[in-house]
């Protein structure tokens, strides 16, 4: 019953401050599930999201059936599924028809100019702390390279970001790993 009340407050939180979409709410949910209730340790916490990226579908909703269920089986699952759809759903009904009518505003337009900051700064956020889990696994060097390629891919090649993920992951399978976890 407790592990059920912390998926849900994980989920539910994290969908009522996930202002943004999916990558803006990854922050919020590790911070939930790792820091807050300590339902999964950080490095299994990036295996999951890893995994989650490369399914199509929205982020959310994927770790959210994840974690539900490793946590606490099916009833897990569909427990943290609801918490996270319920804000979404509830801010589409009364936020958006509500700032649709009032988009002119100037309050409202600083106001969305505002939580992209904070959304780009949470992100950011999660980026240094993915650099950091890769520098360990890795190595700087080969953590510097993969970036350094993601970037030329996705933004000066304009290549899908499924696509990178999925070269990456063949990558993974066809490269040697040294002892220790880290790749040659």
């Given amino acids: 019953m407790r592990q059920q009340k912390a998926i849900f407050i994980s989920f539910f939180r994290s969908g009522v401050l996930g202002f943004g979409g999916g990558p803006s709410v990854i922050p919020l949910i590790e911070r939930e599930i790792v820091k807050n209730f300590k339902l999964m340790d950080s490095d299994e916490f990036a295996n999951t999201l890893a995994i989650a990226n490369t399914l199509p579908g929205p982020i959310a909703t994927k770790m959210a059936g994840y ?52 959304v780009s ?18 190595g700087i060097l080969t953590g510097l390279v993969l970036l350094a390629i993601s970037i030329i891919l996705m933004v000066i090649l304009n290549l899908h970001p499924g696509i990178v993920i999925v070269s990456f992951l063949v990558l993974a399978f066809v490269l040697p790993v040294r002892k220790g976890g880290k790749s040659t």
């Fill in 67 to 118: 974690v539900g269920y490793r946590v606490a089986g099916i009833t897990g699952m569909l427990n943290a599924l609801v918490a996270a759809v319920i804000p979404t759903v509830v801010a589409v009904i009364l936020l958006l028809g509500s700032l649709q009518k009032f988009q002119e505003v100037p309050f409202v337009q600083g106001m969305t100019k505002g939580v992209i900051l904070v």
């Fill in 121 to 138: 700064a949470m992100m950011f956020s999660l980026m240094v702390d993915f650099l950091k889990k890769s520098y360990y696994k890795l």
